[in-house]
């Protein structure tokens, strides 16, 4: 398993600004992911962080909206930009190997961010 | 949409009972696997069954997985108040790494 620390935990924004949101492993990982959760749903992937390269993202998902960084194996950031009250929501990374029908993501404690 | 589905939404027992949670998908899979959530944070990976097993055992967990009624499920036996929490039924698609998440299960256990 993988110690993955999100920072900050909770964050109130305004209307119109941005928020970057920060991922670190304590050990070098192949895949990182981002997932938005709104509130009292489920799980949703934005994008699959790619090192050294742009990031994959899913359907609904644009990177002018969320860009994302990853600048070695172990980091990560994802901005939540332009924010309106829509994007309340959970923000949480992940990682895994994801080289076997084995491999699992280890989940980061979440961001909770309110947008007013 | 491929998301899961979870049966039931909600669920609430008296601690020392058993609790079972059910989940349905629609493709093939890679595997599935259980996580938990407390009150709106990080899931912690409870459990995975490859879609060539049929049933798998973690402590007071027991997950069942049947590929041809393309369903699962979590049973938690002599639950816990500390079992209270959302629950996710987890999945990867045959060939993908990517999971996709059921709508969960948020289960109280009544002390």
């Known amino acids: 398993s993988a110690v993955i620390s999100q920072k900050p935990s909770r964050d109130i924004c305004q209307r119109g600004t941005s928020l970057t949101i920060q991922c670190q492993v304590d050990?070098?990982?192949?895949?990182m992911f981002w997932y938005r959760q709104q509130p009292g749903q489920s799980l949703t992937l934005i994008a699959t962080?790619?090192?050294?390269?742009?990031?994959?993202?899913e359907s609904g998902f644009v990177i002018d909206k969320f860009p994302i960084s990853r600048p070695n194996l172990t980091f990560s950031t994802l901005t939540v930009s332009n924010m309106s009250p829509e994007d309340s929501s959970i923000y949480l990374c992940?990682?895994?190997?994801?080289?076997?029908?084995?491999?699992?993501?280890?989940f980061g404690p979440g961001t909770r961010l309110t947008v007013l | 949409s491929q998301q899961g589905e979870e049966d039931p939404q909600a669920l609430s027992i008296q601690e020392g009972e058993n609790a079972t949670m059910n989940c349905s998908y629609k493709?093939?899979?890679?595997?599935l696997q259980w996580y938990r959530q407390n009150s709106g944070r990080g899931l912690v990976h409870l459990i995975l069954?490859?879609?060539?097993?049929r049933e798998k055992h973690s402590g007071r967990l027991r997950v069942t997985l049947d590929t041809s009624k393309k369903s699962s499920s979590l049973l938690i036996t002599a639950s816990r108040a500390a079992d209270t929490a959302s629950y996710f039924c987890?999945?990867?698609?045959?060939?993908?790494?990517?999971?996709?998440f059921g709508k969960g299960t948020k289960l109280s256990v009544i002390p």
């Open positions: 069954i490859r879609s060539n097993e």
């Open positions: 987890v999945y990867s698609g045959a060939g993908s790494y990517q999971l996709t």
């Open positions: 493709t093939s899979i890679n595997n």
């Open positions: 962080a790619n090192q050294g390269s742009e990031a994959t993202y």
């Open positions: 992940s990682v895994g190997r994801m080289k076997t029908s084995t491999d699992t993501q280890y």
């Open positions: 050990s070098q990982v192949t895949m």
